[in-house]
């Protein structure tokens, strides 16, 4: 595994451009070492002004300067993008794909058969260094591409290894999620101004409170319903909250968006 890393980027949207400053961040990549295309020219910029790295108006020119290349276009463009570049892919490439619900076996066809292809989905706090990524590797990859997946994903935040058939729902909880989470802060803060707090108060203590929690689920090892126990004293105030928020069906509405998303990257790769 070379000691240097040069990574290429099909893709300078949003992702990309998150995934590649946590990198450089992580101080796993220099920023020179960079090099993304999109023919969006704001996306170019973007991803230049963000991360410090180079940018392109041409896919093949990225894999012709690049073994490493991490595909993050839309999984609609996916399959132009790759046959567009498959003339100048060789043994020595490795594809990290994070196009949503777009199966190994379809990507491996779309470059020749047996490319290197590691699936990973990743997802956007990789932008403060927080990401949870799972990624599989494909039936051609190498033991050293996951050990590079490992390399490249842990350095912006979680990264584990899990079976390709359970990509999808990976897609729904993580790669999804930080919406989710979003949205639930928003309405913290909403019901925090409701109650009287200003803005802007009432937006960083819910930031921070769903931060707080979130650490203490991962360092506690505790179940979360254990640390919601500890908070919910007898007849008290957060118990009287979190019944308004049972007769909403807040579980049952959470755990919907997930399968929903789930099933809706299942059929992104079909």
Same mark, same amino acid.
């Given at each position: 595994?070379?000691?240097?890393?040069?990574?290429?980027?099909?893709?300078?949207?949003?992702?990309?451009?998150?995934?590649?400053?946590?990198?450089?961040?992580?101080?796993?990549?220099?920023?020179?070492?960079?090099?993304?295309?999109?023919?969006?020219?704001?996306?170019?910029?973007?991803?230049?002004?963000?991360?410090?790295?180079?940018?392109?108006?041409?896919?093949?020119?990225?894999?012709?300067?690049?073994?490493?290349?991490?595909?993050?276009?839309?999984?609609?463009?996916?399959?132009?993008?790759?046959?567009?570049?498959?003339?100048?892919?060789?043994?020595?490439?490795?594809? &990290?794909?994070? %196009?949503?619900?777009?199966? @190994? +076996?379809?990507?491996?066809?779309?470059?020749? $058969?047996? =490319?290197?292809? /590691? #699936?990973?989905?990743?997802?956007?706090?990789?932008?403060?260094?927080?990401?949870?990524?799972?990624?599989?590797?494909?039936? &051609?990859?190498? %033991?050293?591409?996951?050990? @590079? +997946?490992?390399?490249?994903?842990?350095?912006? $935040?979680? =990264?584990?290894? /899990? #079976?390709?058939?359970?990509?999808?729902?990976?897609?729904?909880?993580?790669?999804?999620?930080?919406?989710?989470?979003?949205? &639930?802060?928003? %309405?913290?803060?909403?019901?925090?101004?409701?109650?009287?707090?200003?803005?802007?108060?009432?937006?960083?203590?819910?930031?921070?409170?769903?931060?707080?929690?979130?650490?203490?689920?991962?360092?506690?090892?505790?179940?979360?319903?254990?640390?919601?126990?500890?908070?919910?004293?007898?007849?008290?105030?957060?118990?009287?909250?979190?019944?308004?928020?049972?007769?909403?069906?807040?579980?049952?509405?959470?755990?919907?968006?997930?399968?929903?998303?789930?099933?809706?990257?299942?059929?992104?790769?079909?």
């Amino acid at each position: 595994m070379p000691a240097k890393l040069r990574v290429g980027f099909l893709g300078a949207g949003k992702m990309a451009t998150a995934l590649a400053r946590g990198l450089v961040r992580g101080g796993l990549i220099e920023a020179g070492d960079l090099l993304a295309s999109d023919t969006v020219p704001a996306a170019r910029e973007s991803f230049t002004r963000e991360t410090g790295g180079k940018t392109t108006a041409s896919n093949m020119e990225v894999v012709e300067s690049c073994r490493i290349i991490v595909l993050a276009v839309k999984p609609a463009q996916a399959a132009g993008v790759l046959e567009e570049v498959r003339s100048a892919w060789s043994g020595e490439h490795v594809l &990290f794909s994070i %196009a949503a619900g777009i199966p @190994l +076996a379809k990507l491996e066809g779309l470059l020749g $058969g047996k =490319a290197r292809i /590691v #699936r990973v989905m990743p997802n956007t706090p990789a932008l403060a260094g927080c990401s949870a990524t799972a990624y599989a590797p494909g039936e &051609f990859a190498l %033991a050293e591409d996951s050990k @590079l +997946a490992e390399r490249l994903f842990s350095s912006v $935040g979680l =990264a584990v290894p /899990v #079976r390709e058939n359970l990509m999808d729902a990976v897609t729904g909880l993580s790669g999804s999620g930080p919406a989710y989470v979003c949205l &639930f802060i928003e %309405a913290l803060s909403d019901g925090g101004v409701a109650a009287g707090l200003p803005r802007d108060l009432a937006t960083r203590l819910a930031a921070q409170t769903v931060m707080g929690a979130a650490r203490m689920v991962l360092e506690t090892g505790l179940h979360p319903g254990e640390l919601k126990d500890m908070v919910a004293s007898p007849g008290g105030t957060t118990i009287e909250g979190i019944h308004k928020l049972e007769t909403g069906s807040f579980r049952a509405t959470v755990m919907d968006a997930v399968r929903a998303a789930a099933e809706k990257s299942k059929r992104l790769g079909q």
